[in-house]
Structure formats: structure tokens, C-alpha cells
């Protein structure tokens, strides 16, 4: 596969439906390779009969390396010429984490490999877009990133559904096994996107040393100077914090209290919460512009503690998901 993109500047982009479709591909198995992790992650541990607070170590330290490798990973970003490239090697990093958990449950073994693959989420994700960027262009990108979505949600929708039914079929492992089995079709996905299609120019600046480097160490110190973006990002981070664990520890306590079909009930709790948003994201969108951000903001963090609380006072089945996707519309 090559993986050099173009040195040319294409005013007018105009992409092969080769590459388009490629594109397409790799929205929808990666999101789908995704899947796997999170709150099947925790079920399967909880399987495996590790305490919640060992679950809850190695989820909080592939979080943290996430986090952490946000900043270095926009600037890798920035350096590797080839997003295809950075692309392969994180889908590959990817599949080796989910395989290492889905063959072994040792503690050093995954913790290790979720530390792997939260560090894949600073530049994988990232690489998508920029490669749609070269593709297409800034005129066209937003259509395009509302096609990624698409696909992105169709590839994990039906994933999850398929990995409960693989969990309650057979075992929590082989959910993991299939999606280090779906890296593969990503691949080829990736193989059928052009390189002369590709304009590095529009995907990324046209060399790292371009930028001098007290240029660079001044734009990240202005961001800690501004108190709006600190506020923001403060309140991002405790929602986060509050919000993240929520699911894995549902599925968990299901795991704890017996629960046989803990599989498709967890695959119901990411599905239909899904579905509801897919409807109701133009809407919402519609308000954002009518009403402005703050207030929807504020509805949405106001719904967590609610949502935590009655998450903390029953585990029955039917009621986590009409609850689930009641709130769905409310945090989105």
C-alpha cells in the first residue's frame, strides 16, 4: 500500500469515488473496531472476576494517556506527511489491544494494552479528518464530516448489536477477537483511497519546521491565559469525569448481580440511546442556533446527576434502558 501523499496543491478537488468510498469504509469499521471497548471492556472484567476498582484503574489510565497525548498527537499530526499511514498504524494498535484483552485477562497484560489504545485516540481519529480535508477540500468538509458521522454511527450501531449477541452466544473474549478481526477490512478500505487524490497541503502544513518554535511555545502558554477557555474546558473535564464511568459500572454491577443476558443489555444501552440522538441531532442543532449553546449546555450537565442517581438505585433491565434513552435526548 502506498502511503505518499500528494505534493500538489488542487484548487479545484475532485476526489475519485474510489477514494470517496474508501473513505467511507474506514468511518464505518473504525467506528465499528471501536466498539468493543468501553462498557464491554468493563462486563468482560467483571467476568473475569476483577474488582471494580481494578476495572476502574485501567479504564482511568487509558483515559488519562488519552488526554495526555492529545497535544503531542495534533502536532504528530502536523509532522508525518502521510495520514494514511497514521491511520494503518492506529487501527493495527487498535487490534493488538483488543486481541491482548480478548486472549489474556492478566492485570499487567491489559492495563498496558488500554494505556495502547487510549494513546491511538490523539491521532487516529484526527488522521480521518484530515485525510477527508485532502480530499475534498474546506468548502466541501462539512458535508463530508456529516458523511463520516453517518457511516461512523452505522458502523457502531450495528457492531454493538453484534457483539452482545456474540457475548450472549458465545463468550465476552470473542467480542474482542472480532474487533482486532475488523482492522483488517479498514485496511483495505484505507488501500483503496488514492494518494493523488490526497492534497497534504489542505491536510496538514507543509513542513513542521515551517513553524518556528517560539511561535509554537507562545500559542500554547496564550492558552492558559484565557479564563473563558479554562472555565470551559474545566466544565468539559468534571462531566467527563462524572459521565464516562456511568455505563462500564452498569455493566459491571449487572456482571456482579448475575445478570446471564448482561451482554445485550449493555449492547441495548449504547444502541438505542443512539438511535434516539440520530433522530433528534437536527433538532437539537436547530435550537443551538435559535437559543445558543450555553442553555443546552446547561440542560445537558444539569441531566447527569439525575441520570447517576437513578442509575445508583435500581439495575433492573427495562428500566436502565427506557431510562437511557429518555436521557439520550437530554445530553446530547
Given at each position: 500500500?502506498?502511503?505518499?501523499?500528494?505534493?500538489?496543491?488542487?484548487?479545484?478537488?475532485?476526489?475519485?469515488?474510489?477514494?470517496?468510498?474508501?473513505?467511507?469504509?474506514?468511518?464505518?469499521?473504525?467506528?465499528?473496531?471501536?466498539?468493543?471497548?468501553?462498557?464491554?471492556?468493563?462486563?468482560?472484567?467483571?467476568?473475569?472476576?476483577?474488582?471494580?476498582?481494578?476495572?476502574?484503574?485501567?479504564?482511568?489510565?487509558?483515559?488519562?494517556?488519552?488526554?495526555?497525548?492529545?497535544?503531542?498527537?495534533?502536532?504528530?499530526?502536523?509532522?508525518?506527511?502521510?495520514?494514511?499511514?497514521?491511520?494503518?498504524?492506529?487501527?493495527?494498535?487498535?487490534?493488538?489491544?483488543?486481541?491482548?484483552?480478548?486472549?489474556?485477562?492478566?492485570?499487567?497484560?491489559?492495563?498496558?494494552?488500554?494505556?495502547?489504545?487510549?494513546?491511538t485516540g490523539a491521532f487516529l481519529g484526527p488522521a480521518i479528518v484530515a485525510i477527508s480535508l485532502g480530499l475534498v477540500g474546506h468548502s466541501a468538509l462539512s458535508e463530508r464530516l456529516g458523511?463520516?458521522?453517518?457511516?461512523?454511527?452505522?458502523?457502531?450501531?450495528?457492531?454493538?448489536?453484534?457483539?452482545?449477541?456474540?457475548?450472549?452466544?458465545?463468550?465476552?473474549?470473542?467480542?474482542?477477537v472480532i474487533s482486532a478481526a475488523l482492522a483488517f477490512p479498514l485496511l483495505v478500505a484505507l488501500a483503496a483511497i488514492r494518494a493523488s487524490d490526497i492534497d497534504f497541503a489542505r491536510s496538514?502544513?507543509?513542513?513542521?519546521?515551517?513553524?518556528?518554535?517560539?511561535?509554537?511555545?507562545?500559542?500554547?502558554?496564550?492558552?492558559?491565559?484565557?479564563?473563558?477557555?479554562?472555565?470551559?474546558?474545566?466544565?468539559?473535564?468534571?462531566?467527563?469525569?462524572?459521565?464516562?464511568?456511568?455505563?462500564?459500572?452498569?455493566?459491571?454491577?449487572?456482571v456482579y448481580q448475575g445478570e446471564s443476558s448482561s451482554s445485550l443489555i449493555v449492547a441495548a444501552l449504547m444502541i438505542l440511546p443512539q438511535i434516539v440522538v440520530a433522530f433528534l441531532a437536527?433538532?437539537?442543532?436547530?435550537?443551538?442556533?435559535?437559543?445558543?449553546?450555553?442553555?443546552?449546555?446547561?440542560?445537558?450537565?444539569?441531566?447527569?446527576?439525575?441520570?447517576?442517581?437513578?442509575?445508583?438505585?435500581?439495575?433492573?433491565?427495562?428500566?436502565?434502558?427506557?431510562?437511557?434513552?429518555?436521557?439520550?435526548?437530554?445530553?446530547?
Amino acid at each position: 500500500m502506498r502511503v505518499r501523499e500528494s505534493r500538489f496543491v488542487n484548487t479545484n478537488p475532485s476526489p475519485s469515488r474510489t477514494s470517496l468510498n474508501g473513505l467511507d469504509g474506514i468511518n464505518f469499521f473504525n467506528a465499528a473496531m471501536l466498539a468493543g471497548f468501553g462498557p464491554y471492556v468493563a462486563v468482560y472484567l467483571a467476568e473475569q472476576q476483577w474488582t471494580q476498582g481494578h476495572i476502574g484503574l485501567v479504564l482511568t489510565a487509558s483515559g488519562l494517556t488519552g488526554l495526555l497525548a492529545l497535544m503531542p498527537g495534533g502536532e504528530l499530526l502536523d509532522v508525518v506527511r502521510s495520514k494514511r499511514a497514521l491511520v494503518a498504524f492506529g487501527a493495527i494498535m487498535v487490534a493488538l489491544s483488543a486481541f491482548v484483552i480478548g486472549i489474556w485477562s492478566d492485570f499487567p497484560l491489559v492495563f498496558t494494552a488500554l494505556v495502547v489504545h487510549g494513546s491511538t485516540g490523539a491521532f487516529l481519529g484526527p488522521a480521518i479528518v484530515a485525510i477527508s480535508l485532502g480530499l475534498v477540500g474546506h468548502s466541501a468538509l462539512s458535508e463530508r464530516l456529516g458523511r463520516n458521522q453517518r457511516f461512523a454511527a452505522t458502523g457502531s450501531l450495528m457492531a454493538t448489536g453484534l457483539m452482545g449477541l456474540i457475548g450472549y452466544l458465545l463468550s465476552y473474549p470473542a467480542i474482542f477477537v472480532i474487533s482486532a478481526a475488523l482492522a483488517f477490512p479498514l485496511l483495505v478500505a484505507l488501500a483503496a483511497i488514492r494518494a493523488s487524490d490526497i492534497d497534504f497541503a489542505r491536510s496538514g502544513v507543509s513542513s513542521y519546521s515551517d513553524v518556528p518554535t517560539s511561535t509554537t511555545s507562545t500559542a500554547h502558554r496564550s492558552l492558559w491565559k484565557s479564563l473563558e477557555l479554562l472555565t470551559f474546558a474545566a466544565c468539559l473535564f468534571l462531566f467527563q469525569l462524572a459521565n464516562a464511568a456511568i455505563l462500564p459500572l452498569v455493566g459491571a454491577d449487572l456482571v456482579y448481580q448475575g445478570e446471564s443476558s448482561s451482554s445485550l443489555i449493555v449492547a441495548a444501552l449504547m444502541i438505542l440511546p443512539q438511535i434516539v440522538v440520530a433522530f433528534l441531532a437536527p433538532w437539537v442543532g436547530l435550537r443551538a442556533q435559535t437559543w445558543g449553546r450555553r442553555p443546552l449546555l446547561l440542560i445537558g450537565f444539569g441531566a447527569l446527576p439525575i441520570r447517576a442517581t437513578l442509575f445508583a438505585l435500581t439495575a433492573d433491565p427495562s428500566f436502565l434502558v427506557a431510562f437511557s434513552c429518555s436521557m439520550a435526548s437530554v445530553v446530547l
